[in-house]
């Protein structure tokens, strides 16, 4: 790949700090070769060529740093400074996923633009869109030495496990103190080998541009994820000649690859033959920006689809095609099940029985040929893009006159069960005693939340029953604890959605929906809110406990009899905590509610004032839980 030198001819000195800003800022997308012919009245083009530099830093500064965030600032990159280590990993990783989400803005500017049919040239010019849409870079964060490295390293390797591309840059101590004790000295770069595709330090100053464009090429290129560049104390501040210094581009965009054709027919031929088919649209479809065909397979061939947790929008779960209120159904018994960038884990049960049947034929679509053939040998596997390989899909259906029966018995057994389901939570919902359960509180929640906003959530029951009653009609637009589980991503999450939405879309809303346990392990960044003056809706669904609590009588009549630490059960937290003081200790907006009329009024407030954050702070029922489950082989992260 050629390098370009961007520093003229001089004698001048340069510090490390400033190299290492440099590069970041000139880690550009190049066009892939074979679009420079485009043509057409599409002047609205090069809304599309952002550049691919970095244009935010999360970080917690410190020695040795602190002078990389201050060169980043100067060069025009922003910096958002956290109060602890893992929401700042977290607040890199949903920049980049909330990033995407300009790119809805972007099409629907050029659609209105356009306003006719497209030419050969004008679908040329589309096709370069749409690569430039996928250009994707990674999350970059900052990290001190030691403690603050392994502080990060859970946030790190949630966005390995989620498959997100994360850049860490993490300051050690000087070379020439190695093994001696320095400060804060510890192996970094091995430790950080665990939760990376890529982890190396540069050997000088001179090597930190070709280092940083690998670490970016590593992190975006095949399944994504996070990649480490550890830069020593005294390179920092170390100075060098300005001209010994080649800024190297960014790498192209990722290929884009495709499946096998007799794989394709192959897979096409079972889809046909299906009796009970279901499709299942995880966050790789999402990531893939596969929306557009997907959506074309569930109502060309009016087939029932299913989104895991972060696959939720591609297909808007309001689509009468979409079966998530018959979840269990829809998985113990469908024949012949298409994995769309969704991995057979534990949210998915394993592919195994009693939650499927023991003959059912697997469809997978995956990026990662290593993921094919996990845990259950797959009946066809197509590896590729995503969002190419569903092309490659309808492409082969079309070749015949085919679709499934709306009026078959699997859809009425799917249609029966989801309106059995959809009334007991509609009851639940319904229920006027106090304090409130989860279901009213949701269902309130819903009411009002706008189609486009963000919805950020974590927590164990908020989480899991949340994601049933919380609406998503655009891809892109939930983050929650994701395939690590990881507890404390939830504010990181928000304010970094909160940030590009402020600088691409002000008017949209982030709803940042936290169990009351969730909420404590990084309540703090709600100063970071609050400094930034971001918008945010915070919503802390309180039931005194991480799954279950006691209510304040309870409590007290328990601390009569022995020390807490004795007989307090494990899950309980302190009672009626008043969350919402810390958002107006900020200078935030705090409402403490105990009925839906107070909810409704308190959300109504907030949605309307997007000056000032806030917080809701909701009590409901200690003992709280979700509606009676199926069957005695569901774990507790099943849902009907």
């Given at each position: 790949?050629?390098?370009?030198?961007?520093?003229?001819?001089?004698?001048?000195?340069?510090?490390?700090?400033?190299?290492?800003?440099?590069?970041?800022?000139?880690?550009?997308?190049?066009?892939?070769?074979?679009?420079?012919?485009?043509?057409?009245?599409?002047?609205?083009?090069?809304?599309?060529?952002?550049?691919?530099?970095?244009?935010?830093?999360?970080?917690?500064?410190?020695?040795?740093?602190?002078?990389?965030?201050?060169?980043?600032?100067?060069?025009?990159?922003?910096?958002?400074?956290?109060?602890?280590?893992?929401?700042?990993?977290?607040?890199?990783?949903?920049?980049?996923?909330?990033?995407?989400?300009?790119?809805?803005?972007?099409?629907?500017?050029?659609?209105?633009?356009?306003?006719?049919?497209?030419?050969?040239?004008?679908?040329?010019?589309?096709?370069?869109?749409?690569?430039?849409?996928?250009?994707?870079?990674?999350?970059?964060?900052?990290?001190?030495?030691?403690?603050?490295?392994?502080?990060?390293?859970?946030?790190?390797?949630?966005?390995?496990?989620?498959?997100?591309?994360?850049?860490?840059?993490?300051?050690?101590?000087?070379?020439?103190?190695?093994?001696?004790?320095?400060?804060?000295?510890?192996?970094?770069?091995?430790?950080?080998?665990?939760?990376?595709?890529?982890?190396?330090?540069?050997?000088?100053?001179?090597?930190?541009?070709?280092?940083?464009?690998?670490?970016?090429?590593?992190?975006?290129?095949?399944?994504?994820?996070?990649?480490?560049?550890?830069?020593?104390?005294?390179?920092?501040?170390?100075?060098?000649?300005?001209?010994?210094?080649?800024?190297?581009?960014?790498?192209?965009?990722?290929?884009?690859s495709m499946a096998e054709t007799s794989a394709v027919r192959m897979a096409a031929s079972v889809i046909r033959n299906a009796k009970q088919p279901l499709l299942i649209i995880g966050k790789g479809a999402a990531y893939a920006h596969a929306?557009?065909?997907?959506?074309?397979?569930?109502?060309?061939?009016?087939?029932?689809?299913?989104?895991?947790?972060?696959?939720?929008?591609?297909?808007?779960?309001?689509?009468?095609?979409?079966?998530?209120?018959?979840?269990?159904?829809?998985?113990?018994?469908?024949?012949?099940?298409?994995?769309?960038?969704?991995?057979?884990?534990?949210?998915?049960?394993?592919?195994?029985?009693?939650?499927?049947?023991?003959?059912?034929?697997?469809?997978?679509?995956?990026?990662?040929?290593?993921?094919?053939?996990?845990?259950?040998?797959?009946?066809?596997?197509?590896?590729?893009?995503?969002?190419?390989?569903?092309?490659?899909?309808?492409?082969?259906?079309?070749k015949t006159s085919w679709e499934y029966p709306p009026e078959s018995k699997w859809w009425k057994t799917l249609r029966e069960k989801m309106k059995s389901n959809e009334a007991a939570s509609k009851e639940l919902a319904s229920k006027k005693?106090?304090?409130?359960?989860?279901?009213?509180?949701?269902?309130?929640?819903?009411?009002?939340?706008?189609?486009?906003?963000?919805?950020?959530?974590?927590?164990?029951?908020?989480?899991?029953?949340?994601?049933?009653?919380?609406?998503?009609?655009?891809?892109?637009?939930?983050?929650?604890?994701?395939?690590?589980?990881?507890?404390?991503?939830?504010?990181?999450?928000?304010?970094?959605?909160?940030?590009?939405?402020?600088?691409?879309?002000?008017?949209?809303?982030?709803?940042?929906?936290?169990?009351?346990?969730?909420?404590?392990?990084?309540?703090?960044?709600?100063?970071?809110?609050?400094?930034?003056?971001?918008?945010?809706?915070?919503?802390?669904?309180?039931?005194?406990?991480?799954?279950?609590?006691?209510?304040?009588?309870?409590?007290?009549?328990?601390?009569?009899?022995?020390?807490?630490?004795?007989?307090?059960?494990?899950?309980?937290?302190?009672?009626?905590?008043?969350?919402?003081?810390?958002?107006?200790?900020?200078?935030?907006?705090?409402?403490?509610?105990?009925?839906?009329?107070?909810?409704?009024?308190?959300?109504?407030?907030?949605?309307?004032?997007?000056?000032?954050?806030?917080?809701?702070?909701?009590?409901?029922?200690?003992?709280?839980?979700?509606?009676?489950?199926?069957?005695?082989?569901?774990?507790?992260?099943?849902?009907?």
């Open positions: 790949m050629p390098d370009s030198n961007f520093a003229e001819r001089s004698e001048e000195q340069v510090s490390g700090a400033k190299v290492i800003a440099q590069a970041l800022k000139t880690q550009r997308l190049k066009e892939r070769e074979g679009c420079g012919d485009v043509v057409g009245p599409w002047e609205f083009i090069p809304l599309f060529f952002v550049p691919q530099d970095v244009e935010y830093i999360f970080g917690i500064v410190g020695i040795p740093v602190t002078e990389i965030a201050i060169a980043a600032q100067q060069l025009g990159i922003k910096y958002i400074g956290m109060r602890n280590e893992q929401a700042e990993h977290v607040c890199a990783k949903e920049k980049d996923v909330v990033g995407w989400t300009r790119l809805c803005l972007i099409r629907s500017f050029a659609e209105e633009r356009q306003g006719r049919k497209r030419t050969a040239a004008q679908e040329k010019s589309r096709a370069l869109v749409q690569l430039l849409k996928r250009a994707i870079k990674p999350g970059v964060c900052l990290v001190v030495s030691g403690p603050g490295l392994i502080h990060a390293l859970g946030g790190m390797a949630n966005a390995n496990m989620n498959c997100w591309p994360l850049l860490m840059i993490g300051g050690s101590s000087e070379r020439n103190q190695e093994t001696m004790g320095a400060f804060q000295e510890f192996p970094q770069v091995e430790a950080c080998r665990l939760y990376t595709k890529f982890s190396a330090r540069p050997s000088s100053i001179e090597a930190i541009p070709f280092v940083i464009e690998k670490a970016v090429r590593t992190s975006i290129y095949g399944r994504p994820g996070a990649c480490y560049v550890d830069i020593p104390a005294d390179f920092v501040n170390l100075q060098v000649n300005v001209n010994s210094i080649k800024y190297t581009e960014c790498c192209m965009s990722p290929p884009i929306e557009e065909n997907i959506k074309k397979l569930v109502e060309q061939y009016k087939l029932p689809f299913l989104p895991t947790p972060m696959g939720k929008g591609v297909v808007p779960d309001n689509h009468p095609n979409c079966v998530g209120a018959a979840r269990s159904r829809a998985l113990q018994f469908a024949d012949v099940i298409v994995l769309f960038g969704a991995r057979l884990n534990w949210i998915l049960h394993f592919g195994l029985p009693p939650r499927y049947q023991p003959d059912v034929k697997f469809i997978q679509v995956d990026i990662c040929a290593e993921e094919l053939g996990n845990n259950v040998k797959p009946a066809v596997t197509l590896l590729g893009d995503i969002s190419a390989v569903s092309k490659q899909l309808l492409e082969e259906l079309d005693s106090l304090p409130m359960n989860y279901y009213t509180v949701f269902y309130h929640i819903q009411e009002q939340l706008p189609r486009d906003c963000f919805v950020v959530s974590e927590g164990a029951n908020t989480m899991d029953i949340g994601r049933t009653v919380l609406q998503n009609y655009l891809p892109r637009h939930r983050l929650d604890a994701g395939s690590f589980g990881t507890m404390g991503v939830g504010l990181g999450f928000a304010i970094a959605a909160a940030m590009v939405a402020k600088d691409r879309s002000p008017r949209q809303r982030v709803i940042c929906v936290e169990g009351d346990s969730a909420f404590g392990f990084s309540g703090m960044e709600v100063e970071t809110i609050c400094r930034y003056n971001l918008p945010i809706i915070l919503l802390v669904v309180n039931n005194n406990g991480i799954y279950q609590g006691f209510d304040m009588d309870a409590w007290k009549e328990t601390l009569k009899f022995r020390d807490p630490t004795a007989v307090v059960p494990p899950m309980c937290l302190l009672p009626n905590s008043h969350y919402e003081q810390v958002m107006t200790a900020f200078g935030g907006k705090g409402y403490f509610v105990e009925t839906p009329e107070e909810l409704q009024k308190s959300l109504r407030q907030s949605l309307a004032d997007t000056s000032k954050p806030s917080l809701i702070n909701i009590m409901i029922e200690p003992q709280a839980t979700r509606k009676a489950q199926a069957g005695h082989f569901l774990p507790p992260y099943g849902s009907v």
